[in-house]
């Protein structure tokens, strides 16, 4: 994979996929990468969440990435590793298994 973002969103928990989401609601092209391993995944419920109230962790998950997708988001399982500047305008991020994305920024960074 090599391709180009507007946006790598690092992280799928809840601020990672309200991130990916309002971009990709703004008509950006987004790629958000999450290891898969969240923090809250022993915990029965969610609590004081916005229309989530009593949620499992990984249901709200599910929910947000389908959300994120429904919008043209896409949603990888992976570790970013590094996030290297490109000369001129970018960055280049790179996971754990070799993979690699490009995010442009216009008029350089």
């Known amino acids: 994979m090599d391709e180009k973002y507007d ?3 690092i992280g799928g928990g ?9 971009l ?6 987004v790629l958000m990468v999450d290891a ?3 923090r809250n995944s022993p915990a029965g419920h969610v609590h004081n ?20 997708t429904g919008y043209g988001g896409k ?4 570790n970013v590793t590094s996030a290297q500047r ?3 305008a970018g960055f280049r991020v790179l996971l ?10 216009p008029g350089g960074c």
């Open 36 to 38: 898969g391993a969240p």
């Open 49 to 68: 969440y916005l229309a989530r109230e009593g949620v499992a962790p990984a249901d709200l998950l599910a929910a947000g990435r389908a959300e994120v």
């Open 75 to 78: 949603v990888m399982t992976g």
């Open 7 to 9: 946006v790598v969103v």
């Open 86 to 88: 490109l000369d001129g």
């Open 24 to 29: 990709a609601r703004a008509r950006r092209s």
């Open 96 to 105: 754990e298994d070799g993979q690699a994305s490009n995010v442009w920024t």
């Open 14 to 22: 809840p601020a990672g996929l309200s991130a990916a989401l309002t």
